[in-house]
C-alpha cells in the first residue's frame, strides 16, 4: 500500500481544508514550523483507515475543529496495483466512499465503503495494523514490539519465508483454528469451560439436580406409600373384631378384680376401725388400775423416807456436838503457840545482833593495817610520778637519737675515708703557728680534711685545704652536718648533753617506771575500790563493832531450831481447825437437806391425797378397776380375731393397687386403639392428599424421564470434554512444534532488523524476539539492556524496529508506509545522518513519510519535499 | 366349549422419553395412549370380547388422576370389549397408588384385578389373577392359583406380572413366577407380563410384550396375543399380531472403511417412507481414515433426516490416518504434528483416543480452511 495523497477538511486545527499532493511512495518529507499540523495529519491518516464513518460521537469529537463542523478525510493511495479514493466524514452527515481511480471505476458507499476498505487492506496483507508502523510525535522512546493481536500478520509475513520448514501458514491456520474452537469451549486462561461446553455442564447439572430433587420426591413417595400400606394394615388389625372383643373383655375382667378387692378392703378397714376402739378401751382402764396402784405405792414410799431422816436427824445432833468441843480445843492451843513464837522472835533478834558486833571487832584491825600500807603506797607512787614528770628523755625519742647517730656515723666514716688528713709538725724555730677557725693548731696535731679547712698561716697566708670528691663530699658533709644537729635539737629537748647521756638518763626513767609500777599493783591488792573506799570501810566496821557489846541468852541456832518447831506446830493446829470446821458446816447443811425433804413429802402426800379416794375406799375401787380391765381385754381379743379374718380375704394395698393399674391398663388399651384409629384415619387421608398431589407431579414417571435426560446431558458434555481434550492436544502439538521452530522463524526478523542496526551501529550486535521488541544491545564489548540504552538509542531503534517490520512486510507483498511524526528528536549529527541513510534504504521498499519541524536538520535527508496546501476541490 | 380373548401387557401409559427431544418424546408418548385403540380395533377384527393386559398398565403407580381416568375415558369409548387390567410391578396396588382413584366411576367395560381371586369371564370360563402390591417380592404370586378350585370342564386362564426364571433372560420385575405354574394350577393359558418382548414360555404360557415398542431391546416387542382355547385342557392357538407405530433398531456397525456403513443405509433406505417411525441407535466402531470422517459424518447426517430419529455414539470409532494422508499434508510442522499423533492414535488407551480425535481436528480444520491457506 501507499499513500499518494491526504486531505483533510473541518478537521482538529484546520478550520480550512488542506492537501498534501504527490505523496511519491518512496521517500516523502514534510517539514515545516511547529503548529504547522503535522500531527492532525497523522490522526487523520489513522481515523480514515481505521475508524469507520458511523462511529459514535464521541469517539470523534476530539477531532472536530472549535468552531464546529463534521471532520473530513480523503486519502488517495494504491493498493494491490490498483488507484483508489477513500473519502470519510463523520458526525453531522456522517458518509463513507470507496472509489476506484483510473480504468476500474468501482465506487463503494457507506457500509460497503467499508468493507470493500476492510477487504482491500486484508487483500493487502496489512489490514488495520498499518497503524503500528507509525510513529507519533512524543512516543519515540517506547518500546516497540508487535503486539499479540498483530501476531498473525507477523505470522504471516514469516510463514512464507519458512514454510518450507515448518508447515507453513497451513500449521499457523489449524492452530489459529483449533485455538479458536477452544475458545469457544475453554476460557485461555484458566481453561475453564465456557460458551457451549459450559451451557452443556450446566444443563447436565441443572437436570442432574432436577433429578435429585425428583428422586427425592419419590423417595418421599415411596415412604409415603409405606406408611399409607402401614397405616392402612395397622387400622385393620385395630379394627379386627376379636382384638377389640379381647380388649374390652379385659377392660371388663380387671374392673371385676378391682371391685371384689375394694369390697374386701372396706370390710377389712371397718374391722381395723373396731380393734382399734377396743384396744383404746383397754389401754384406758389398763392405765387408770395403774394409776390407783402408782399413788398408792408412792404414798408408801413418802412414809419410809420420812421414817430414814427422823433417824439421820438424831445421830447428826450427837456428831455435832463432839465436832464444836474439838473446835473449842484447837483455839485454845493456837493461841499459846502464837505467844511462845513472839517471845522467841525477840530473843532470835537479840542474838543476831550481838552475832554482827562480834565479826566486825574480829575485822577491824585487819582494816587498820591495809588503810595504813595503802595510805603510804599512795603516797610514794605519788612522788615517783611527780618525778617521772619532769624527765624529758623517752624512750622513742632515743630510738631516733640512736638512729641519727648512727647515720652520723656512717657519714663521718665516709668522710673520713675521702678526707685528707693533715699533720703539722711544727719545726723547732717556726715563728708561728698555724691557725684553724682562729685558734692554733697544736704541734704534732692533725686535722682530716673533711671539709674545706682555711688555715691561717702567719706570715704567709690563707691556705685552704678541700676534701676530694668535689660536690658529692660537700653535699655528704651537708648532710652530715643536717643529722649532727638533728641529733643535738634531740638531746637539748632530752635535756642530755649526747646520746650517752641519752641512754643514761632512759635507763634512770625505766627504773622509776618500774617502781611506780609496782606501787599501784600493791595499791590495788590493799585497796581494790581505792584507799578512800577503804576509809569508809574502816569507819563501817568501827560503828559496827560499837562501844557497848551486846550479849545473847543462848546460842542462835537454838533460838531458831525453837522457832521453827512452834511455828510447825500453829501450823498443824491450824489445819486441824479448818477440817473441824469443815464438818461442822457439812453436818448444818445435812440438817437442812433433811428439814427440806421432810416438807417437800409433806406437800406430795398432800397432792396424792386430791387425788385418791378416801382411805377407806380404796381397797374397793382397786377391785373394781382390775374387773373393768379384764373386760376391755377380751373385747379387744375378739375385734383382733375379726380383723385378722378381713385382713387375709382383702388384698393388700400393692395389690390393690395393680388391680387399679389393671383396670388403667385395659382402659388405656382400649382408649389407645380408639386414639389410634383416628390418628391412623387423619394419617391415611393426610398421605393419600399427598399422594394425589405426587401423582400430579407424575413423579416417578419424571424420574425416568431425567434419569435418561441425564444420561443424554452427561454424554453430551463427555463429547464436549473429549473435544476439548482432541482439541487441546492438537494445539498443544502444533505449539510444542512452533517452540520448537522458533529459532527459524526469528531467522526473518534478523534479516530485516540487522542491516538496519549496522548502518546506525557498526559492528553491534542485539538480542531481538519474535515480536521485533529489541531486549539487549552489544557493542564494542558491552552489552546493555534496553531499559539502559539513552532516550536517543531507544528512539533511534524504536524507528529501525518499525523499518525492519515493514521491510518483512513488504518482502512478503504487504507493503505499507511508514510515517514518522518528529520521531527524531534526540539523535545527534552523526546519528542523524546514519538514520537518514536507513531511512532512505527503506523507502526502496516501501513508503516513508517524514513529518518534521526541523526543516535544516532535515536539509541532508533525500526524498522528495511536500507542502500543505488547500484543498481546493472539497469547496467545489 | 372354546374360548377366544387378546393378552396384552406393559402398556406403560404415561411413559417419558427423556433421552429424546420433548417433541418426539411426547410423540412416543401419545403413541402408547394411542396402543388401544389399535388393540380395541384387532378385538373387534377377531370377534374378541375379553382384552386381558398383564401387568404395567401404567408406567408407574405415581401418575396423575387425569392421566389415570383419561385412559379409563379411552377404555370406556371401546364398550364391546371388556378390557381386564391387572397392576404389575411398574404400578402395584398399595394404598394411596393411582388404582384406588380408578375404583370411583369405573366404567362398565373395565375390570381392576386388585385382588388374587378366581372371577368367571364366561360361562366355563374363570380367570384366576395374580395383582402385585409391591414394585418387588421374593413370594410367587401365581402360587395359590394351584389350590385354586374350579369345575370340572372349565378353561381356567391365569394372569399376572413377573419373571419366569428359566429361559435365558429375566425380565425387569423382580418377581419370581413358576414356570411350570400352567401346569401345576391346571390352566389352559397363563398370561404374562413383564418381558417387553413377544415370548412364549411353555405351551399354555406366554410373553405378549409391549404393544408399542419403548426401547432398543431387540426381543420382538410391538404385538400383542390373539389367544384361541378350543376348550378346557386343549392346546392354545397363539397368533401374535403387531400393533407397533414406532419400530426400534439398534445397529452396531464394524467399520474399516467407507464403505462398510453402506448395507445399513440401504437397510434403512429400503424401509421407504416408514422410515419415518423408526428410531436408530446407531454404533460405530473400528477404524476409519481420517479423510472419510466427514462423508461418514454426511451420510449419517443425511439418514437421520428421513428417520424419526437417530442416536450416534462414535465412542469406539477409531479415526486413522494412512500413509497418503500424511503425504498429502506439506512438509513440515503440520505434517510432524499429524504423524506423532496418527503414532499417539494407535492402541486403545484413552490417550490413543485423544490422539485420533485430535489427528481428525487436524485434517477437518486443514481441509475446511483450503489446501492453499485461505481461511
Redesign the interface.
Known amino acids: 500500500m501507499k499513500i499518494t495523497a491526504i486531505r483533510m477538511a473541518e478537521f482538529g486545527k484546520f478550520d480550512a481544508p488542506v492537501a498534501i499532493e504527490g505523496l511519491t511512495g518512496g521517500l516523502d518529507v514534510l517539514a515545516g514550523p511547529n503548529e504547522l499540523g503535522k500531527s492532525t495529519i497523522l490522526a487523520a491518516t489513522r481515523l480514515a483507515l481505521t475508524t469507520k464513518h458511523g462511529t459514535k460521537a464521541k469517539d470523534i469529537e476530539a477531532f472536530r475543529p472549535y468552531r464546529g463542523g463534521a471532520p473530513t478525510v480523503e486519502i488517495d493511495f494504491e493498493c494491490a496495483g490498483r488507484k483508489w479514493r477513500l473519502c470519510k466524514r463523520w458526525l453531522t452527515q456522517a458518509r463513507a466512499e470507496l472509489l476506484e481511480r483510473g480504468g476500474g471505476g468501482a465506487v463503494f458507499r457507506g457500509p460497503e465503503a467499508e468493507a470493500e476498505l476492510e477487504r482491500l487492506l486484508a487483500l493487502d496483507g496489512t489490514s488495520s495494523q498499518i497503524p503500528l508502523l507509525w510513529l507519533d510525535q512524543g512516543h519515540s522512546t517506547e518500546k516497540f514490539a508487535v503486539p499479540s493481536d498483530a501476531r498473525g500478520l507477523l505470522d504471516a509475513a514469516i510463514a512464507g519465508e519458512v514454510?518450507?520448514?515448518?508447515?507453513?501458514?497451513?500449521?499457523r491456520?489449524?492452530r489459529q483454528?483449533?485455538q479458536a474452537?477452544l475458545d469457544e469451549l475453554v476460557t485461555r486462561a484458566r481453561q475453564q469451560p465456557t460458551k457451549s461446553y459450559l451451557t452443556a455442564i450446566t444443563q447436565a447439572k441443572a437436570k442432574a439436580d432436577a433429578l435429585a430433587k425428583a428422586r427425592a420426591k419419590?423417595d418421599q413417595?415411596e415412604d409415603?406409600?409405606r406408611v399409607?400400606?402401614t397405616?392402612?394394615e395397622r387400622e385393620r388389625a385395630i379394627a379386627d373384631p376379636v382384638a377389640s372383643a379381647a380388649r374390652y373383655g379385659a377392660l371388663e375382667r380387671a374392673r371385676d378384680a378391682l371391685a371384689t378387692g375394694q369390697q374386701a378392703k372396706a370390710h377389712a378397714d371397718r374391722a381395723a376401725y373396731n380393734q382399734r376402739t377396743a384396744a383404746t378401751s383397754h389401754k384406758l382402764a389398763a392405765n387408770e388400775h395403774a394409776a390407783l396402784q402408782a399413788a398408792l405405792s408412792q404414798l408408801d414410799d413418802l412414809d419410809r423416807l420420812d421414817a430414814a431422816d427422823a433417824r439421820e436427824a438424831i445421830e447428826a445432833a450427837t456428831a455435832m456436838a463432839g465436832l464444836i468441843a474439838e473446835s473449842t480445843t484447837h483455839q485454845h492451843d493456837a493461841e499459846a503457840l502464837s505467844a511462845t513464837i513472839t517471845a522467841l522472835q525477840i530473843e532470835h533478834a537479840q542474838a543476831v545482833t550481838a552475832h554482827h558486833q562480834a565479826a566486825a571487832l574480829n575485822r577491824l584491825p585487819q582494816i587498820a593495817a591495809r588503810l595504813e600500807a595503802a595510805r603510804a603506797a599512795a603516797q610514794r607512787s605519788g612522788e615517783l610520778t611527780a618525778e617521772l614528770s619532769t624527765f624529758g628523755a623517752t624512750f622513742a625519742d632515743l630510738e631516733v637519737a640512736r638512729l641519727e647517730a648512727a647515720t652520723l656515723r656512717d657519714l663521718d666514716t665516709r668522710l673520713s675515708a675521702a678526707a685528707a688528713v693533715l699533720s703539722i709538725d711544727y719545726a723547732p724555730d717556726a715563728i708561728g703557728r698555724i691557725r684553724v677557725a682562729g685558734r692554733d693548731l697544736p704541734d704534732g696535731g692533725s686535722l682530716t680534711a673533711d671539709r674545706a679547712l682555711v688555715l691561717d698561716i702567719d706570715g704567709i697566708g690563707r691556705l685552704t685545704v678541700r676534701p676530694g670528691g668535689g660536690e658529692a663530699t660537700e653535699d655528704t658533709a651537708r648532710l652530715r652536718d643536717g643529722h649532727r644537729g638533728a641529733l643535738e635539737r634531740l638531746c637539748a629537748a632530752a635535756g642530755v648533753t649526747d646520746l650517752a647521756d641519752f641512754e643514761a638518763r632512759v635507763a634512770a626513767r625505766r627504773l622509776l617506771e618500774a617502781e611506780l609500777s609496782d606501787l599501784r599493783a600493791r595499791l590495788q591488792g590493799l585497796a581494790p575500790d581505792g584507799v578512800a573506799a577503804l576509809e569508809v570501810t574502816y569507819t563501817d566496821a568501827r560503828t559496827e563493832a560499837g562501844e557497848a557489846p551486846t550479849t545473847a541468852t543462848r546460842p542462835l541456832t537454838q533460838i531458831e531450831a525453837a522457832l521453827n518447831s512452834a511455828r510447825a506446830k500453829l501450823k498443824h493446829l491450824e489445819a486441824a481447825t479448818t477440817k473441824t470446821s469443815s464438818a461442822i458446816a457439812l453436818q448444818r447443811e445435812a440438817d437442812a437437806g433433811r428439814t427440806a425433804g421432810i416438807r417437800g413429802r409433806a406437800l406430795q402426800r398432800d397432792q396424792l391425797a386430791t387425788t385418791l379416794p378416801p382411805a377407806a375406799e380404796r381397797a374397793t375401787r382397786c377391785t373394781a378397776l382390775a374387773l373393768a380391765l379384764s373386760e376391755a381385754e377380751t373385747t379387744a381379743n375378739d375385734a383382733a380375731r375379726t380383723l385378722s379374718a378381713w385382713l387375709d380375704r382383702a388384698p393388700d394395698d400393692a395389690t390393690l393397687t395393680r388391680l387399679v393399674a389393671d383396670v388403667a391398663t385395659a382402659q388405656d388399651v382400649v382408649d389407645r386403639a380408639s386414639r389410634e384409629l383416628q390418628e391412623l384415619s387423619k394419617i391415611?387421608d393426610h398421605?393419600?392428599i399427598l399422594?394425589?398431589d405426587?401423582?400430579?407431579?407424575?413423579?416417578?414417571?419424571?424420574v425416568?424421564?431425567?434419569?435418561?435426560?441425564?444420561?443424554?446431558a452427561d454424554a453430551v458434555v463427555r463429547r464436549f470434554e473429549?473435544?476439548v481434550?482432541?482439541?487441546r492436544?492438537?494445539e498443544q502439538?502444533?505449539a510444542s512444534?512452533?517452540a520448537a521452530?522458533e529459532a527459524q522463524f526469528l531467522e526473518p526478523i534478523k534479516a530485516r532488523f540487522f542491516p538496519y542496526l549496522h548502518l546506525l551501529f557498526p559492528g553491534a550486535d542485539a538480542q531481538v524476539d519474535a515480536t521485533f521488541g529489541l531486549r539487549e544491545l552489544a557493542r564494542n564489548g558491552a552489552t546493555e539492556h534496553l531499559d539502559r540504552l539513552s532516550d536517543g538509542t531507544r528512539e533511534q531503534i524504536a524507528v529501525l524496529a518499525r523499518l525492519a517490520f515493514a521491510r518483512l512486510l513488504a518482502d512478503s507483498g504487504r507493503a505499507a508506509p511508514v510515517i514518522l511524526d518528529d520521531a527524531l528528536v534526540f539523535a545527534d549529527d552523526t546519528r542523524m545522518l546514519r538514520l537518514f541513510r536507513a531511512l532512505e534504504e527503506a523507502a526502496n521498499w516501501h513508503q516513508v513519510i517524514v513529518l518534521t519541524c526541523h526543516e535544516k536538520s532535515f536539509a541532508d535527508l533525500a526524498g522528495r519535499r511536500v507542502a500543505l496546501q488547500s484543498w481546493e476541490r472539497v469547496n467545489a | 366349549m372354546a374360548f377366544k380373548f387378546i393378552h396384552t401387557a406393559d402398556w406403560q401409559i404415561?411413559?417419558?422419553?427423556?433421552?429424546?427431544p420433548a417433541d418426539k418424546?411426547t410423540l412416543l408418548n401419545q403413541a402408547r395412549m394411542d396402543a388401544i385403540q389399535r388393540i380395541a380395533a384387532e378385538a373387534m377384527a377377531h370377534g374378541v370380547r375379553h382384552v386381558l393386559i398383564a401387568g404395567d398398565v401404567f408406567?408407574?403407580?405415581?401418575?396423575?388422576?387425569?392421566?389415570a381416568q383419561r385412559t379409563l375415558a379411552r377404555l370406556s369409548m371401546h364398550a364391546k370389549v371388556v378390557w381386564h387390567l391387572l397392576p404389575g410391578n411398574h404400578d402395584p396396588a398399595?394404598?394411596?397408588?393411582?388404582w384406588?382413584?380408578l375404583t370411583r366411576n369405573l366404567p362398565g367395560n373395565v375390570h381392576l384385578h386388585l385382588e388374587p381371586r378366581l372371577i368367571e369371564l364366561e360361562s366355563g370360563v374363570v380367570l384366576l389373577t395374580a395383582p402385585l402390591a409391591a414394585k418387588s417380592t421374593t413370594l410367587d404370586p401365581t402360587a395359590w392359583m394351584d389350590a385354586a378350585p374350579s369345575p370340572a370342564g372349565t378353561i381356567r386362564i391365569g394372569l399376572a406380572h413377573g419373571s419366569v426364571q428359566g429361559f435365558g433372560s429375566l425380565g425387569e420385575a423382580a418377581v419370581p413366577i413358576d414356570p411350570a405354574r400352567a401346569r401345576s394350577a391346571r390352566l389352559d393359558y397363563l398370561a404374562l407380563g413383564d418381558w417387553h418382548g413377544t415370548k412364549q414360555i411353555g405351551p399354555a404360557t406366554w410373553y405378549a410384550g409391549t404393544p408399542e415398542p419403548d426401547s432398543f431391546t431387540d426381543n420382538g416387542p410391538g404385538n400383542i396375543l390373539v389367544v384361541d382355547i378350543p376348550g378346557a385342557g386343549s392346546q392354545p392357538t397363539v397368533t401374535p399380531v403387531s400393533t407397533a407405530i414406532y419400530r426400534w433398531l439398534a445397529r452396531r456397525v464394524l467399520m474399516t472403511r467407507l464403505e462398510d456403513i453402506e448395507p445399513l443405509i440401504a437397510e434403512l433406505e429400503r424401509l421407504g417412507p416408514a422410515a419415518s417411525h423408526h428410531v436408530l441407535d446407531l454404533s460405530v466402531e473400528g477404524r476409519i481414515p481420517v479423510a472419510a470422517q466427514a462423508m461418514l459424518e454426511q451420510n449419517i447426517a443425511r439418514l437421520a433426516l428421513r428417520l424419526f430419529h437417530v442416536r450416534t455414539d462414535y465412542s469406539r470409532l477409531r479415526w486413522a490416518a494412512g500413509f497418503a494422508d500424511l503425504e498429502a499434508?506439506?512438509?513440515?510442522?503440520?505434517?510432524?504434528?499429524a504423524e506423532?499423533?496418527a503414532k499417539a492414535a494407535e492402541g486403545d488407551s484413552p490417550d490413543a483416543?485423544?490422539?485420533a480425535?485430535?489427528?481428525?481436528?487436524?485434517f477437518t480444520?486443514?481441509a475446511?480452511?483450503g489446501?492453499d491457506?485461505a481461511?
Do not use: W
Open positions: 514454510a518450507a520448514m515448518t508447515g507453513g501458514d497451513r500449521a491456520r489449524v483454528r483449533a474452537e419419590l413417595v409415603q406409600l399409607l400400606a397405616t392402612r391415611a398421605t393419600e399422594l394425589v405426587r401423582r400430579n407431579e407424575d413423579i416417578e414417571s419424571l425416568a424421564e431425567l434419569t435418561d435426560a441425564v444420561a443424554e473429549a473435544e481434550a482432541a482439541l492436544r492438537l502439538e502444533l512444534e512452533a521452530s | 404415561g411413559k417419558r422419553f427423556g433421552r429424546f418424546a408406567d408407574s403407580e405415581t401418575l396423575p388422576d387425569e392421566l398399595r394404598p394411596g397408588g393411582l384406588g382413584a499434508l506439506p512438509a513440515g510442522a503440520l505434517r510432524t504434528v506423532r499423533l483416543r485423544i490422539a480425535d485430535a489427528l481428525s481436528r487436524l480444520f486443514d475446511a480452511l489446501a491457506g481461511p
